[in-house]
């Protein structure tokens, strides 16, 4: 496996791997060189960089795809304050409870269950299970349990994926 280079991937690096002359197999190995740079901290995405560098023959295409994937992976990531307050009117819209009862102290099953598919859509969008857990007032076991419910019943997870589906469809749309 070659190891990984610390400078920065350049334009130099992508033309002379273009215009390189020499063998497909030194062609192919320098392709790796520059997958494990291209990659860096990224290493997740240097399997799909490796998969369409040998399907397309070409590395500009594969930077191409390497880079749009980092970059979707940065607006999931992008705050929106509003975020969690959308998740709650879905989930409070599917589960026919109002939005101020999941952060009541309640144990009723409808609100516990539909705070526990909110606090599953919020962790499908890589919030971690302390700020789930500060979000609803909460402990972090607690909200570890409500993952867990939804995981295991499936009526919870199909309304969770509903959830999920329906948020998806309203960012598209706006």
């Not at 992508?14 to 290493?43: F, L």
């Not at 560098?53 to 970059?71: F, K, N």
């Not at 599953?120 to 909200?143: E, Q």
């Amino acid at each position: 496996m070659t190891a990984k280079m610390n400078r920065p991937l350049t334009t130099s690096d992508v033309e002379e791997t273009k215009n390189m002359s020499t063998t497909m197999a030194a062609g192919h190995a320098r392709a790796r060189d520059v997958a494990s740079r291209a990659a860096g901290r990224y290493s997740r995405y240097a399997e799909m960089f490796s998969r369409v560098y040998h399907e397309t023959g070409s590395l500009e295409i594969a930077l191409e795809v390497h880079d749009t994937l980092r970059a979707r992976e940065g607006l999931a990531h992008a705050a929106r304050p509003d975020l969690p307050e959308r998740i709650l009117e879905v989930v409070a819209s599917l589960f026919g409870v109002s939005k101020r009862r999941l952060h009541e102290r309640s144990r009723h099953r409808d609100v516990t269950s539909a705070r526990y598919v909110a606090a599953w859509v919020l962790f499908r969008r890589h919030w971690t299970k302390a700020k789930i857990g500060v979000f609803f007032d909460l402990d972090h076991s607690t909200v570890i349990h409500g993952l867990r419910r939804v995981a295991g019943n499936t009526e919870l997870l199909v309304a969770a994926h509903r959830a999920a589906q329906l948020l998806e469809d309203a960012e598209r749309t706006t």
